[in-house]
T-cell receptor, first 117, second 118 residues
């Protein structure tokens, strides 16, 4: 079974600065998807960024980018030019590429990010 | 277009009562998932539906939990004889489906139902 570990429960960043959220995972599969989701106090889980394991290039979405290290099974999220609206809980998630219920997401415990004005 | 919707937003119930939670997935999404988010356990998978196939119930914590999906669209999660440990946020997600390895992969979540059992 796959596991996802987010070892930092909380982080804080100054507005306009850069912050990196860490995530490691364990799997025996060679192909898979990795995601970062954001959950603000409204509870709505919002997809931030997606990485396919077979792609060597790190995914980027505006101010959000990842550092995907497949051999190390590491998948960190970098948020540049942090904004107050980035304050939320962030979850790292793993998904097998297979069909069926194994397509479910396996989540880490999450990290609470606060942004200081 | 409309996203995933869930109702009710919040539900308070007495221990021992039955509750029904509803999920409306994104139109055209054939895969539907239920997850539970609690302080102690984090985010846990509960059940998965794909089209008209039999659901995968491998994540349901007890036989008090059941779910159905009518017409391949709306889903209802039912918890019978609720217990205090059932208190959690119940999240529903949908995706385009899992029939293709390079297809989609993203799951889109609803706002969740916060269930409180007193």
């Amino acid at each position: 079974a796959q596991t996802v570990t987010q070892s930092q429960p909380e982080m804080s960043v100054q507005e306009a600065e850069t912050v990196t959220l860490s995530c490691t995972y364990d799997t025996s599969e060679s192909d898979y998807y990795l995601f970062w989701y954001k959950q603000p106090p409204s509870r709505q889980m919002i997809l931030v960024i997606r990485q396919e394991a077979y792609k060597q290039q790190n995914a980027t979405e505006n101010r959000f980018s990842v550092n995907f290290q497949k051999a190390a099974k590491s998948f960190s999220l970098k948020i540049s030019d942090s904004q107050l609206g980035d304050a939320a809980m962030y979850f790292c998630a793993y998904r097998s590429p297979v069909t069926g219920a194994n397509s479910k997401l396996t989540f880490g415990k999450g990290i609470t990010l606060s942004v200081r004005p | 277009g409309a996203g995933v919707s869930q109702s009710p937003s919040n539900k308070v119930t007495e221990k021992g009562k039955d509750v029904e939670l509803r999920c409306d997935p994104i139109s055209g999404h054939t895969a539907l998932y239920w997850y539970r988010q609690s302080l102690g356990q984090g985010l846990e998978f509960l059940i998965y539906f794909q089209g008209n196939s039999a659901p995968d119930k491998s994540g349901l914590p007890s036989d008090r939990f059941s779910a159905e999906r009518t017409g391949g669209s709306v889903s209802t999660l039912t918890i019978q004889r609720t217990q205090q440990e059932d208190s959690a946020v119940y999240l529903c997600a949908s995706s385009l489906g899992t029939s293709g390895r390079r297809r989609g992969g993203e799951q889109y979540f609803g706002p969740g139902t916060r269930l409180t059992v007193t």
